[in-house]
């Protein structure tokens, strides 16, 4: 079937109607194909998996979120900013609740597979809080980040199991107990700061410039 559109495009949508139809673990790749009105070849040439399909949707969801972010900054507290933008997620995948939980289902069964879309989780995390003006940078950054990640997988379980208005409750649940969370994790970071700069003074210790990761972590806090 060929639903127009650019070729990814029209992949990542075969794959989920595919996915709302039937369970995503019984999906092949030659299904795709067909069902995208493509060859297995052009198929292999755009993606190399049935993972990698589903983290191009996730981006595509990361684009239609940013996208809609007003262009005037928000005066509202952090937290309601990131409820903001998370609530706008959920809107952007509730046509595609059944096709998720498919998927979900799929990758439960499959530890490597639930790693890399936990991946792609925590990057759109991070586009997330920057979204909404929340800093995710150093240690208390990566806290944030992790624990959105976990937040947001327990946000689609009550979503996959009830509908939308149980994944909402459940979300402003998740922040008000990550921004508890975080409040603690940055008092120990201040009361700590002297103590580790007296250290790199006393050793002539400086720490190595180590290179970024895809899956730093991170939660909610306006930016300085």
Known sequence: MNSGGSPRDRVIDATLRLATRREFGDVTLTDIAQEAGISLAD??????????????????????????????????????RLYDVLRRRLDALEPHREALASVGRWAARDPL??????????????????AADVDSEGPVGSLKLQGLALAWSRVLEDWFAGDIHDALSTLDR????????????????????PFYSFAQSLFG???????????????PHARA
Request: net charge neutral; aromatic share 8%; charged share 40%.
């Open 113 to 130: 597979t639930a790693a890399a879309l936990n991946r792609e989780t925590v990057n759109s995390m991070r586009f997330m809080l920057e």
């Open 43 to 80: 198929l292999r040439e755009l993606f190399p998996s049935k993972g990698a399909i589903m983290g191009a949707f996730s981006r595509r969801i990361d684009r239609e979120v940013l996208d809609a972010q007003p262009k005037e900054a928000s005066h509202e507290p952090a937290r309601e």
């Open 205 to 219: 210790w400086r720490p190595r410039r180590g290179r970024d990761h895809d899956d730093d972590g991170g939660y």
């Open 174 to 193: 998740e922040l008000t107990r990550g921004e508890r969370y975080v409040d603690r994790a940055e008092d120990f970071a201040r009361l700590t700061r």
